[in-house]
């Protein structure tokens, strides 16, 4: 039977030293498909250059070079984790990028692996006897090799002459093993790797192996070198843990079926007259915990609710209003819920419930989007001062070591920008929250929709002169806004003011079924908010075949596929230009309307609630060979091209 072999390379801003390895592997493994089948992953994380071009070239020539993308700054350990997570082969290794190991190396090291069914891994080695090392690096350098080998070896007890050697082929089972159990995925992941291996009593081989040191590596010697002590000192920590701690038992099968006890604090529910985008959120996750857990939902009491309520499964309580239901929460905390739950979900929604100053319990935060400026146009200076404060300095502090989930790829960058580290931010993006089968076609007339909240800083104004500038062009141009707002009375000053009563409709609150008629109606959906968290609305129209034109801004990005299913202006004048060209296209909508419903489909609820699920199944501790939960090996966070 012919055998399988999967080589994963780890790949970050590598566009000028990657295509050599590519053009390599590709050639040689190419021409050994008849006996052997080879995939050749290379995972690219958080790189900012050209790098996915270059491997899409590749990529295009020898069909065995795959690619997976994450915008997680991984580390080379975690992208080889997620490599190793995706990888299929019976036998499962990884390499540098910079072609210090040719495949023609790789392979030898390979075949001794499958000719030799006691090993469970080989690791190159630079510095046995019969090492063959090429173009090497200056004495200072390699002397501080030696010096790190020697001191690891002594550290850990490792045997090895050379842990830090770029390559490295393990056993299908190996690796998958390997790939959950990484507590440092930065400098000294190599060195994880092999502890994970002795506490496992895995067999592994130095092999003496030759070798090209190349430069240009975006390595810094100093930099590195206190990143290096720390995470050598966290794993020593972690393995004296092992030593000293107590034995964990083992949980019977009994205890594994009962409910864990999630508690969801947040400031509104479903129900409350200005539910938003972040209620559907929370209702759409914890309807799917309910299946598994038992939820309860602690949010604010409008006064046309009870106090008391269950929907979908979960148990909710209302108390206060939408700023003193945080003082609430810690009372309710300490009077019912401090016996009675197990993990707790602290929505944020501008100020969390700073459960970490009052709450030991497992925990998450949830993340929509860091308002910034946005504080300054929707409060008075010293209210919007105060809560700029709280969540750029107060809240990153408290919530340092508390893991994150958050909904688009900009709200993460926002996080990282305030001290939140990419291992503790997971992604859990929105998608539609009911399934709509609308019958009826496009409007016969060109047709601008905007539904949503009508609040100051979705800037509806930049929307109405759009169409202002284009009703001279397209007589029988309308636009609907469907939504309500405090800022409704001073959009309708503004059609007044420009004569547009008959060009603009506001219709108020509309029902879920009469929104999407709208979405599927318009010929495109606008969106000119100055920021978002996601713009879930700008899915739903997608799901109606209907394309949307916003800003380049935060979650706006996310949620617009510029070019495939819309586009991102970068001024007022871009966005007529936008709306214009989709209006005066009749062949380009048709191709929008296919591309939009594609691209709706890649979200659902359930792949995100998976991300929750996860991470109220780990273990707060997993010590270190326990299984890990990484943010980057959820489907959310990564995608193959």
Request: with cysteine.
């Amino acid at each position: 039977m012919k055998k399988s072999l999967s080589v994963v390379i780890p790949a970050k801003n590598e566009e000028k030293r990657i295509s050599k390895t590519l053009k390599d592997y590709g050639k040689y493994f190419h021409a050994l498909k008849g006996d052997l089948e080879t995939e050749v992953l290379v995972v690219v994380n958080d790189t900012n250059d050209k790098t996915i071009s270059v491997v899409n070239k590749y990529r295009n020539l020898y069909p065995q070079i795959k690619v997976i993308e994450t915008k997680y700054s991984t580390g080379k350990g975690g992208a080889v984790a997620l490599g190793f997570k995706e990888s299929k082969g019976d036998y499962i290794g990884y390499v540098d990028a910079d072609s210090s190991t040719s495949a023609k190396e790789f392979y030898r090291l390979y075949a001794i692996l499958r000719d030799t069914p006691d090993l469970d891994g080989v690791i190159g080695s630079r510095h046995l006897k019969t090492s063959k090392v090429l173009n090497k690096f200056s004495l200072h350098r390699r002397l501080l090799s030696r010096v790190y080998n020697l001191a690891v070896g002594v550290i850990f007890n490792l045997s090895y002459k050379d842990t830090q050697c770029g390559v490295k082929i393990f056993k299908k089972s190996v690796a998958k093993s390997i790939s959950t159990k990484l507590s440092n995925t930065g400098w000294t992941f190599d060195v994880n790797v092999l502890l994970v291996c002795k506490y496992f009593n895995y067999k592994i081989q130095e092999i003496a192996t030759e070798w090209i040191e190349r430069s240009g590596s975006s390595k810094h010697l100093v930099s590195a070198f206190f990143n290096v002590l720390n995470e050598i000192y966290t794993l020593k920590c972690l393995e004296l843990n092992r030593y000293f701690s107590k034995p964990t038992q083992e949980t019977s099968g009994l205890s594994q079926k009962v409910k864990k006890r999630v508690l969801i604090l947040a400031w509104r529910d479903i129900k409350h007259p200005e539910a938003g985008g972040s209620e559907v959120y929370v209702h759409n996750v914890a309807k799917r915990l309910a299946k598994t857990c038992k939820v309860t939902l602690f949010t604010s009491k409008p006064s046309n609710l009870s106090e008391n309520d269950i929907i979908d499964g979960i148990d909710i309580i209302r108390k206060g209003g939408v700023f003193s239901v945080y003082f609430w929460a810690l009372i309710f905390y300490f009077l019912k819920f401090r016996k009675n739950v197990d993990f707790i979900i602290d929505v944020q929604n501008g100020i969390p419930f700073f459960t970490p100053l009052y709450s030991n319990k497992q925990k998450l935060m949830l993340v929509h989007h860091i308002h910034g400026s946005q504080w300054f146009s929707q409060f008075p200076v010293l209210v919007a001062l105060t809560g700029y404060f709280i969540e750029t300095i107060v809240m990153p502090l408290t919530y340092k070591d508390t893991q994150i989930v958050t909904v688009s790829h900009s709200s993460m960058r926002s996080l990282r920008k305030i001290g939140f580290k990419d291992r503790n931010i997971f992604l859990g993006f929105n998608a539609l929250p009911h399934e709509h089968h609308v019958k009826n076609g496009k409007s016969k007339d060109p047709l601008i929709v905007y539904v949503g909240r009508i609040k100051k800083y979705k800037r509806l104004e930049i929307a109405i002169n759009t169409v202002r500038n284009l009703s001279l062009e397209y007589k029988n141009l309308k636009m609907i806004i469907a939504g309500v707002g405090d800022h409704e009375d001073k959009l309708k000053e503004l059609v007044r003011k420009y004569k547009l009563e008959k060009v603009v409709e506001f219709r108020g609150f509309v029902s879920e079924a009469e929104k999407h008629t709208l979405m599927r109606k318009a010929w495109v959906f606008v969106m000119p908010s100055m920021k978002e968290g996601w713009g879930i609305t700008i899915i739903e129209a997608n799901h109606n075949g209907t394309p949307a034109v916003g800003f380049d801004v935060d979650g706006v990005r996310d949620s617009i596929s510029p070019s495939f299913t819309g586009y991102l202006a970068h001024s007022n004048e871009d966005l007529v230009r936008s709306v214009d060209l989709i209006l005066s296209n009749p062949r380009l909508r048709k191709t929008f309307d296919a591309n939009c419903r594609s691209w709706a489909g890649r979200f659902s609820w359930n792949q995100t609630t998976k991300v929750f699920e996860g991470l109220i199944k780990s273990n707060s501790n997993p010590g270190l060979v326990g299984n890990k939960v990484y943010p980057w090996s959820f489907k959310t966070s990564y995608y193959f091209l």
